[in-house]
């Protein structure tokens, strides 16, 4: 009796669990949709996603429903689509993560470039880390962020001793 009474409440755990998931998924879903509707200049670059419970994984679906891969997307799309993701984690989970990100400015035509910082940057309520080159943040004034970084870090690397420190400033102030 305490076997199937045990049974019967994994049973009931199991349903729960799945319910759970199902809800939290459609909060990300619409929060990713969401987002990667404002930073693509593609009329739905993903047209919709779904959990594919069997595979363990997010399915990208295109106009016609059919799965796409992510090997379908530019290095730019894959950057908005990563974005896009991490975004929806935050909002899902309610929580105020960092996002670090490396050179995405390099990644994106100047359309995408503009509705990352107007939507992602300029509306952020989190963290985000720039590992940028020396050409990607210097246009700073000119997209106006300047009031939205916090602080400029240089990883000067050391060829002599290969060793590398972390200093305030950016490239042009060495």
Same mark, same amino acid.
């Given at each position: 009796?305490?076997?199937?009474?045990?049974?019967?409440?994994?049973?009931?755990?199991?349903?729960?669990?799945?319910?759970?998931?199902?809800?939290?998924?459609?909060?990300?879903?619409?929060?990713?949709?969401?987002?990667?509707?404002?930073?693509?200049?593609?009329?739905?670059?993903?047209?919709?996603?779904?959990?594919?419970?069997?595979?363990?994984?997010?399915?990208?679906?295109?106009?016609?429903?059919?799965?796409?891969?992510?090997?379908?997307?530019?290095?730019?799309?894959?950057?908005?689509?990563? &974005?896009?993701?991490?975004?929806?984690? *935050? $909002? @899902? #989970?309610?929580? %105020?993560?960092?996002?670090?990100? /490396?050179?995405?400015?390099?990644?994106?035509?100047?359309?995408?470039?503009?509705?990352?910082?107007?939507?992602?940057?300029?509306?952020?309520?989190?963290?985000?880390?720039?590992?940028?080159?020396?050409?990607?943040?210097?246009?700073?004034?000119?997209?106006?962020?300047?009031?939205?970084?916090?602080?400029?870090? &240089?990883?000067?690397?050391?060829?002599? *001793? $290969? @060793? #590398?420190?972390? %200093?305030?400033?950016?490239?042009? /102030?060495?």
């Amino acid at each position: 009796k305490k076997i199937d009474t045990s049974n019967r409440l994994q049973n009931l755990l199991d349903e729960y669990i799945k319910y759970l998931s199902t809800i939290r998924f459609e909060s990300f879903r619409e929060n990713f949709l969401n987002v990667i509707n404002q930073l693509s200049r593609k009329k739905k670059l993903v047209n919709d996603i779904i959990l594919d419970s069997d595979l363990g994984k997010i399915l990208f679906l295109d106009a016609n429903g059919d799965s796409m891969s992510v090997r379908e997307f530019s290095a730019g799309e894959s950057e908005i689509v990563a &974005l896009s993701i991490l975004w929806a984690i *935050n $909002k @899902t #989970s309610g929580r %105020k993560h960092p996002i670090i990100t /490396d050179s995405p400015l390099n990644r994106l035509d100047k359309i995408h470039r503009e509705k990352f910082i107007e939507v992602f940057i300029k509306n952020s309520d989190h963290q985000i880390i720039f590992l940028s080159t020396d050409e990607e943040i210097k246009d700073a004034k000119h997209y106006k962020i300047d009031p939205f970084i916090n602080k400029y870090l &240089l990883i000067d690397h050391d060829k002599q *001793n $290969k @060793t #590398s420190k972390i %200093k305030e400033g950016y490239f042009d /102030d060495k």
